[in-house]
């Protein structure tokens, strides 16, 4: 849901390009290597998995100018941080077309992205009976996830005597 398609991203990295110019902040090659990763990426990479795939695709960036470079991208509002009290941000490019929420998996990290219409009828409704206006909303479910389910039963299972 979150991977953006090739036209959004090369849009997505043209805004950041004008966006950097207008602050005037210099558009160097690791910035742009940055946005790019930023941009492809299908998931909700964490600052040193974002270094680690950078590293990867022969392009290290230092740490500092990735913290800088994600600000400039959030500032942007080209790039969602989120905060899942994981002890660590997670970042997902921002795609016009694909409002989601997430499902977090305490036990194993995994998100997973989903979009309700009803929940979002609701939450507007909800705004509209405090007279307030809404304009967007996050909402994140927290528990464990079907495979993490999954093994739990197996080693219930498991731990039986066998025949
Ligand atoms: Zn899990
Ligand atoms: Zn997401």
């Not at 680690?52 to 913290?67: K, M, N, S």
């Not at 009290?85 to 694909?98: A, C, M, Q, T, V």
């Amino acid at each position: 849901m979150a991977r953006l398609s090739p036209d959004e991203a090369a849009a997505l990295l043209e805004r950041f390009q004008r966006h950097l110019r207008e602050r005037r902040l210099p558009i160097t090659r690791q910035r742009m290597a940055v946005a790019d990763e930023m941009f492809r990426a299908p998931d909700h990479p964490s600052v040193d998995e974002i270094k680690r795939r950078l590293r990867a695709a022969g392009e290290p960036v230092g740490t500092a100018t990735l913290y800088r470079t994600l600000d400039a991208l959030v500032r942007g509002g080209l790039v969602l941080e989120h905060d899942f009290g994981e002890g660590f941000k997670r970042y997902e490019p921002l795609s016009s077309s694909s409002a989601h929420d997430h499902l977090l998996c305490e036990r194993c990290g995994r998100v997973i992205e989903f979009a309700n219409d009803r929940l979002e009828r609701m939450l507007r409704m909800t705004a509209d009976e405090q007279h307030f206006l809404y304009r967007r909303h996050r909402v994140e479910v927290h528990g464990t996830c079907a495979e993490c389910r999954g093994r739990d039963l197996e080693s219930l299972t498991g731990g039986r005597p066998r025949r």
